[in-house]
């Protein structure tokens, strides 16, 4: 089993939801970076459950503890690496799932890639609680990001039918960008933060759960930075984007849109300002050869429902070798869009700063 990304800053991600603890290890970080852990702390808050109705109740504190690489809050050049304890577990609740298969998890498939010694508490090395050790090591990248002046940020872009207002494709104020940093329900619009929680309740009330998409813009890239061919910006990012349980798609720009435009609506035109080229429109999402243009780059991911809901559903016992009926017990999010925003901010920022 691989947990590794990138080949100039790398992270390996380690632990199972109901281990003794989770973690990161982060090579090729410059030294002598000073990172400010305040900051961490905040996107860690972000993503961590408990703190809100939209996640589960399972809480947990997801302090992350250093064990090297930083000295006195300054990169040493040394691998980084944290821990974060696992304090709040229930694995008692996960016991019908060994032989039962829940619908729409990774339970069946592990099951028949590692011979049943997959660790199914919690769902184990597959669970969202890995990436609480990704949003650490991205809100370390960041940092490094931020002295360069690249900035990232994301916000709720839908929750079922509700959707919140885009990006402005050519201009996001760092205003924006700051205030988004810091929210734990990060939108653009918050006006409409009521209609998407009444979603969210309506799912939970029904024992369902409900998916959503998020949107991520980049800002402060140079053009010139990628590979064509597979090497391209959209192809790094995409890999880190699916690293993250529960995304089912991604897009870039006006992604899908693209494909009912003619040329002439699709391209963006190129013009100097203030002596510099940009484009006027942002229809490709910054990239263009698998090459920033210098434009703000923008996509989209798509955020599927929680496969784990308290209804019955339909699966089949994998002892007995019969179909079977599980209804699934524990703690679960009944929609993780929110939370999945600081985790889509963080994997941009470890494939930015592999691209840099």
Excluded: W
């Amino acid at each position: 089993m691989s947990s590794t990304y990138g080949e100039k800053i790398k992270i390996s991600v380690f632990g199972e939801s109901h281990g003794n603890g989770i973690g990161v290890v982060i090579d090729g970080l410059p030294a002598g970076v000073k990172i400010d852990m305040d900051k961490v702390l905040v996107q860690m808050a972000r993503r961590a459950p408990g703190n809100d109705k939209t996640s589960t109740t399972r809480k947990e504190s997801d302090i992350p503890k250093v064990l090297s690489g930083m000295l006195n809050g300054v990169l040493t050049g040394a691998p980084l690496c944290a821990v974060i304890e696992n304090t709040n577990t229930k694995s008692g609740d996960y016991g019908n799932i060994i032989s039962c298969p829940r619908p729409g998890h990774s339970d069946y498939t592990a099951f028949v890639k590692y011979n049943a010694s997959n660790d199914v508490r919690g769902g184990g090395h597959f669970s969202g609680r890995i990436t609480a050790p990704i949003v650490f090591a991205g809100a370390v990248c960041r940092q490094i990001l931020e002295n360069k002046g690249i900035k990232i940020a994301a916000h709720i872009n839908s929750i079922g039918d509700v959707n919140d207002s885009r990006f402005d494709p050519v201009c996001i104020d760092d205003e924006l960008i700051n205030r988004l940093n810091n929210s734990p329900f990060s939108l653009i619009d918050q006006s409409i933060e009521q209609d998407m929680r009444s979603q969210v309740e309506a799912a939970r009330i029904n024992l369902d759960s409900i998916g959503g998409t998020v949107e991520c813009a980049v800002t402060g890239i140079k053009a010139g930075i990628g590979e064509p061919m597979f090497n391209g910006v959209e192809g790094v990012i995409a890999k880190a984007v699916f690293g993250v349980p529960a995304i089912k798609g991604i897009e870039f720009g006006r992604g899908f849109e693209l494909a009912k435009m003619r040329g002439s609506q699709s391209n963006d035109p190129f013009e100097y300002k203030d002596g510099k080229v940009v484009t006027k429109t942002n229809n490709c999402g910054g990239i263009l050869g698998g090459i920033t243009d210098g434009m703000p780059i923008l996509f989209t991911a798509a955020v599927k429902p929680t496969p784990s809901i308290a209804q019955k559903q339909q699966t089949v016992d994998l002892q007995k070798k019969e179909n079977a009926q599980l209804e699934i017990k524990g703690r679960h999010d009944p929609c993780i869009v929110p939370r999945a925003v600081p985790v889509i901010e963080a994997v941009t920022a470890i494939a930015i700063i592999n691209l840099m």
